[in-house]
């Protein structure tokens, strides 16, 4: 969780499948609404569809979802999935795909600032390729001045690598 850095207000994670025993994606999106309204929340492994979205933005208005929906396993199941649930205060000024399903960055303004914000997802059996797929997105596109914040799931890639990728 990030508060109050350059003044931006909090960010909040949550891996959404696993909010306070929530069975349903109604009641995750319940849970998941008011703390928006207090900062950005970054979701992991939402398993979301590509309406999902749009769902979520009629039910709850006033916000921005920058999100990438998950990945259809070889069983028909899904895996994966991230969002950025961004409340009005801030505006999106981009979104970008870095890993389908697993990794999402959106460029973000404030009134006084601006930053990207990643939500991750680094699959078990994916860790290290996933690790070293945001490592060079990273070195690529925030080497400028706009802060740039990571909030995820890393599944250890941040101990299992941590002089080679992270």
């Known amino acids: 969780m990030i508060s109050r850095k350059k003044g931006i207000a909090g960010v909040r994670w949550w891996l959404s499948h696993r909010v306070k025993g929530c069975q349903s994606a109604g009641d995750r999106h319940q849970e ?92 078990p059996q994916t860790v290290r390729a996933d690790c070293e797929a945001i490592a060079h997105w990273l070195h690529v596109n925030c080497m400028g001045d706009d802060p740039c914040f990571l909030l995820g799931d890393f599944n250890q890639g941040d101990t299992l690598f941590p002089e080679d990728v992270v």
């Not at 569809?49 to 069983?75: I, K, M």
């Not at 999935?81 to 961004?86: D, E, F, N, S």
């Not at 399903?101 to 914000?117: E, L, N, S, Y």
């Open 32 to 123: 998941t609404s008011p703390e928006a309204r207090k900062g950005m929340v970054c979701l992991q492994e939402t398993r979301w569809t590509a309406s999902t979205a749009t769902n979520f933005l009629q039910t709850y208005p006033g916000f921005t979802v920058a999100h990438l929906p998950a990945n259809e396993t070889d069983r028909r199941g899904l895996s994966g999935g991230v969002a950025i649930i961004i409340p009005c205060t801030f505006r999106l000024l981009q979104e970008k795909e870095i890993l389908p399903g697993k990794a999402i960055a959106a460029q973000v303004q404030t009134r006084t600032d601006q930053f990207w914000i990643l939500s991750i997802y680094c699959h």
